[in-house]
């Protein structure tokens, strides 16, 4: 079946270091992989996408790269901000539009 | 602000009772996705419209439906609640469909069962 496995949280990380999320997934056919964060008390916003293999996404400093050798898409970030505190959740979309979310990794970063 | 607004922002009833839920896409878009976020269970996508009609379906209920009307908003119904359907209701849309479509989401409704 299909599934997107996330890094349980929570992470906490100080100011300025460098993040990384993990995610892998399991899907027939050739999905398009998603990341999404969820600020307190907000619905979720999309942060980056990557709809096939080697491509990139990159958005506000956070990248993220389509791996089918491995299906992942591991979500990185050089320097953390205090604001980038929330909670992301990795997702694929198959070609029959089903979406299926990673069950989220809380990020608490420290000043 | 994405967009898309839902109504109510909580609502609070006891089981057994019947919701209605309600969303109004972002201007334009045509396809509607309804999502519950539960503690438990994580965000899990119940079902898809595209311009009035079912697109994909994925864990909704029997006991939940849902359509989307000539002006594109879209209502989720809940009946028979139980006390596990206790959770955040969530309304995205998107221009058209398709796997890279990007996803617009609403501020949620929060569901109390009591």
């Known amino acids: 079946g299909n599934s997107v496995t996330q890094m349980e949280g929570p992470v906490t990380l100080s100011e300025e270091a460098f993040l990384t999320i993990n995610c892998t997934y399991t899907a027939t056919g050739y999905p398009s992989l998603f990341w999404y964060v969820q600020y307190p008390g907000e619905g979720l916003q999309l942060l980056l996408k990557?709809?096939?293999?080697?491509d990139k996404g990159s958005n506000k400093g956070f990248e993220a790269t389509y791996r089918k050798e491995t299906t992942s898409f591991h979500l990185e970030k050089g320097s953390v901000q205090v604001s980038d505190s929330a909670v992301y959740f990795c997702a694929l979309k198959r070609r029959d539009d089903k979406i299926i979310f990673g069950k989220g990794t809380r990020l608490h970063i420290l000043p | 602000d994405s967009g898309v607004t839902q109504t109510p922002k909580h609502l609070i009833t006891a089981t057994g009772q019947r919701v209605t839920l309600r969303c109004s896409p972002r201007?334009?878009?045509?396809?509607v996705y309804w999502y519950q976020q539960s503690l438990d269970q994580g965000l899990q996508f119940l079902i898809q419209y595209y311009n009035g009609e079912e697109r994909a379906k994925g864990n909704i209920l029997e006991r939940f439906s849902a359509q989307q009307f000539p002006d594109l908003h879209s209502e989720l119904n809940l009946s028979s609640l139980e006390l596990g359907d206790s959770a955040l209701y969530f309304c995205a849309s998107s221009p058209t469909t398709g796997t890279g479509e990007t996803q617009y989401f609403g501020p949620g409704t929060r569901l109390l069962v009591l």
């Open positions: 990557a709809t096939k293999a080697d």
């Open positions: 201007s334009g878009d045509l396809s």
